[in-house]
């Protein structure tokens, strides 16, 4: 009788081991998403807070542009992420410049010139590179 306690003991143990583990695989992967990336609207939100306030016509074409570039980096291997991705991004962000006012725009440049830096130097150990 001791046996039967131990092992369905041991059972009810390990099932709830796995749903925790479950549980936090979805939260991670609901705080971005996809396996980490970031929603299109925490990426407006984030774009908002380093910008300042964006009107309604901003955030929807924003939105759209956010959008854009996901479906077509989903439609991506992972070799051609890695060869295209960056051109993608680019162009993705050239056109989300081109909504923002002028303002706005010095903001924005200051924002990705702060994403470059904390990538550059990411990883590899060494101190970022600075853009000149």
Excluded: H, W
Aim: hydrophobic residues 30%; positive net charge.
């Amino acid at each position: 009788m001791n046996i039967r306690k131990f092992v369905l003991c041991a059972v009810a143990c390990g099932a709830m081991a796995s749903v925790s583990l479950l549980q936090a695989q979805e939260e991670k992967k609901g705080k971005g998403g996809r396996g980490g990336m970031p929603t299109v609207e925490q990426r407006l939100e984030r774009l908002e807070q380093a910008v300042g306030s964006l009107t309604d016509t901003q955030k929807g074409k924003i939105k759209d542009l956010y959008a854009k570039a996901a479906e077509q980096m989903q439609g991506l291997s992972q070799e051609e992420r890695r060869e295209k991705g960056m051109e993608i991004m680019r162009e993705s962000g050239k056109a989300i410049r081109d909504v923002l006012t002028a303002d706005q725009q010095t903001k924005y440049d200051e924002m990705m010139a702060q994403g470059r830096g904390n990538r550059s130097s990411g990883g590899k150990g060494g101190k970022g590179k600075k853009d000149n």
